[in-house]
């Protein structure tokens, strides 16, 4: 990850979770990322199934 300009590109395929607002209502909704997605990072987040690390 290029931490001056926050872009990326995934060497790897990732399954992650987006937030999705509809009215007032925030969902997550799954969304699958190929290995070559390059993109930019606004925020990012995560939380460990199973452990307090967040």
């Not at 290029?2 to 999705?20: G, P, R, V």
């Not at 930019?40 to 690390?53: A, M, R």
């Amino acid at each position: 990850m290029d931490t001056e300009n926050q872009q990326f590109e995934l060497i790897k395929s990732l399954e992650a979770y987006q937030w999705l607002q509809k009215d007032e209502v925030l969902n997550s909704a799954p969304v699958f990322l190929p290995a070559g997605t390059v993109g930019k990072v606004y925020e990012l987040s995560w939380d460990f199934e199973g452990t307090d690390d967040k």
